[in-house]
């Protein structure tokens, strides 16, 4: 069974880091694109950066220069970076990747999320 978990999540001060890290376990051909999106109360699921196989990142106008996402394929793992939090970044953070797997089926993965709290 293919599945993404996350850790790193937790409370932080404004202004303060935290790293999150997301790995993928299971029977997997490839990974192609790997995210995170980010869910806050009241308001919709939001992007909050992307990644490709070939390193190629995007990220949302809000987090740009404060965050900084990165992978190891070899690990099957996604990082998320967040430096300078602000309250506004509290959410629950989820993970995702479009994924390969054996016999040719695709298609993409969440994982269960992990909650960031930046107190002011």
């Known amino acids: 069974q293919v599945q993404l978990v996350e850790s790193g999540g937790g409370l932080v001060q404004a202004g303060g880091s935290l790293r999150l890290s997301c790995a993928a376990s299971?029977?997997?051909?490839?990974?192609?694109?790997m995210g995170w999106y980010r869910h806050a109360p009241g308001k919709q699921r939001e992007l909050v950066a992307t990644?490709?196989?070939?390193?190629?990142?995007n990220y949302a106008d809000s987090v740009k220069g404060r965050f900084t996402i990165s992978r190891v394929n070899a690990k099957n793992t996604v990082y998320l970076q967040m430096n300078s939090l602000k309250p506004e970044d509290t959410a629950v953070y989820y993970c995702?990747?479009?994924?390969?797997?054996?016999?040719?089926?695709?298609?993409?993965?969440w994982g269960q999320g992990t909650q960031v709290t930046v107190s002011s």
């Open positions: 995702n990747a479009a994924m390969v797997l054996p016999g040719a089926l695709q298609g993409s993965w």
């Open positions: 299971g029977s997997i051909f490839s990974i192609n694109a």
């Open positions: 990644i490709t196989s070939g390193d190629r990142t």
